[in-house]
């Protein structure tokens, strides 16, 4: 069975940090792609990066660009997404989504179960 468990989140101050890890299992983690993805309060879901099986390759979105690192370690079925200068704007449920391929496409076959971030002063 395919899990995929987020941790990391919380209540952070604008301009502030925070790292969200994802916890594989059930899969072969380094076969696969991997991706976070977000949903605002009231909004829809919102790409946020990707990486390519062995981390080779990433990808952000826009606005995340300079701000969001994503990286993964294999060796601990672990996908990370290090957030600094964190705004407002950034307050969401983060989720954790596994690739249908090794090379990285905003295409997933599961998710996690989200976790909060909220940025507020």
């Known amino acids: 069975e395919v899990q995929l468990v987020e941790s990391g989140g919380g209540l952070v101050f604008p301009g502030g940090s925070l790292r969200l890890s994802c916890a594989a299992s059930g899969f072969t983690f380094d076969d696969y792609a991997m991706s976070w993805v977000r949903q605002a309060p009231g909004k829809g879901l919102e790409w946020v990066s990707g990486v390519s099986w062995n981390g080779g390759s990433t990808y952000y979105a826009e606005s995340m660009k300079g701000r969001f690192t994503i990286s993964r370690d294999n060796a601990k079925n672990t996908l990370y997404l290090q957030m600094s200068s964190l705004k407002s704007e950034d307050t969401a449920v983060y989720y954790c989504?596994?690739?249908?391929?090794?090379?990285?496409?905003?295409?997933?076959?599961?998710w996690g179960q989200g976790i909060q971030v909220t940025v507020s002063s």
């Open positions: 989504a596994k690739g249908r391929a090794s090379s990285w496409a905003q295409e997933y076959d599961y």
